[in-house]
């Protein structure tokens, strides 16, 4: 079994709570976006049938902090604050995937920023 698997059931969590954390914040935001890209090492995965240790996993799984800060250019502070709150909220996996809420959250926010920057309204795409 590979991450993908091991991870399903965080990824299609219906976590509404933690998704309208991300969405109240641009700091969060602006992580949960980036976090597709940060290098990000996790142990092996568990074998068939072995449930994931969460705890276990992220603190066996290298992140290149450094990496995030400069992409985002947000201060270290901010991105070792962001990720524990992604992190504990479930909202970022140990694979370098999402929350489903959150990436449906992520596309909906590009959407409506690139459409105000066009001038466009809803009604103007049909």
Known sequence: MGWAEALLVYRAADNFRGAALVAQDRTLLKLA???????????????????????????????????WAKMTQLPAVAVLAGFEALQRNRLI??????????ETLLQKEAAGQFMAKLGLKPGDLK
């Open 33 to 67: 976006a980036t976090w597709p890209f940060v290098k990000v090492t996790p142990p092996l995965p568990p074998p068939p049938g072995e449930e994931v240790d969460w705890n276990h996993v992220w603190s066996n799984t290298r992140i290149d902090f450094e990496g």
């Open 93 to 102: 996996l140990p694979d370098g995937t999402l929350n489903h809420l959150v």
